[in-house]
């Protein structure tokens, strides 16, 4: 592991933060990242009239970290006027997850802490793969994207090649806007799972009711089950 000089990372971070543009919140901040490559990267913070687009200290870090070549980050002192550790705010602590994940170090004043406890049950990659990779989000074709939300759809059983599959269908309810027509709104394909089916479902409505193979209607849906229909499936 590479030996982290916590003096020089910070004597980096104090020199930077002199250049930082401040002229609102008279607040500088400067920061100094170790790279996994033994090179250290720098960033201050760059106020804007437009108070909600200020460029963190971090983000000039991690900006620099890929414009020199990019690598994981190791280590950061984020300092303030006086040369004092700082803590990254939450956005930036997101930032720096990304870009050194939960064992990176940060600089405070009782010592260094691990990413993983700053930004604990964080949100990174992985929480995409999930849901991209193994397990797609369901499509809505965009010709019904005005439809999410809206209408219900029903799960039910059906046969194919002689075997028991699962299929749906995205149906208009009367209501859903003055003088629309009720009528099937999409068909969806079929799964082995009933539980793929719902998932199906529920990309396109919080409404999906389930119809077992003895027509017994169960509740799918978010939330509490309608009066109509009171056994949650599943």
Not at 47 to 52: F, L
Request: hydrophobic share 40%; with cysteine.
């Amino acid at each position: 592991m590479t030996e982290i000089d916590w003096e020089r990372l910070r004597a980096a971070a104090v020199e930077v933060m002199r250049h930082a543009y401040v002229p609102y919140s008279k607040f500088p901040v400067g920061a100094a990242a170790l790279v996994d490559d033994g090179r250290v990267v720098v960033g201050c913070n760059v106020e804007n009239a437009a108070y909600g687009v200020v460029l963190c200290a971090e983000c000039g870090v991690v900006s620099s970290l890929h414009a020199t070549g990019g690598g994981r980050i190791v280590a950061l002192s984020c300092v303030d006027a006086t040369g004092e550790p700082l803590m990254p705010c939450g956005r930036c602590r997101q930032l720096l997850w990304e870009q050194g994940g939960p064992e990176c170090l940060i600089e405070a004043k009782g010592g260094p802490l691990r990413m993983a406890e700053l930004l604990p049950h964080a949100f990174d990659v992985a929480d995409l793969d999930a849901v991209t990779g193994e397990h797609p989000v369901p499509v809505v074709p965009d010709r019904l994207a005005a439809w999410r939300g809206r209408g219900t759809v029903f799960v039910h059983p059906d046969l194919s090649a002689g075997q028991q599959v699962w299929t749906a269908y995205w149906e208009r309810s009367a209501g859903d806007s003055e003088g629309a027509e009720t009528g099937v709104l999409e068909e969806g394909p079929t799964w082995d799972d009933p539980a793929e089916a719902i998932t199906w479902g529920l990309a396109r409505t919080p409404r999906v009711v389930v119809v077992d193979a003895s027509g017994t209607i169960f509740w799918a849906g978010e939330g509490e089950p309608p009066l109509e229909i009171p056994v949650r499936w599943g």
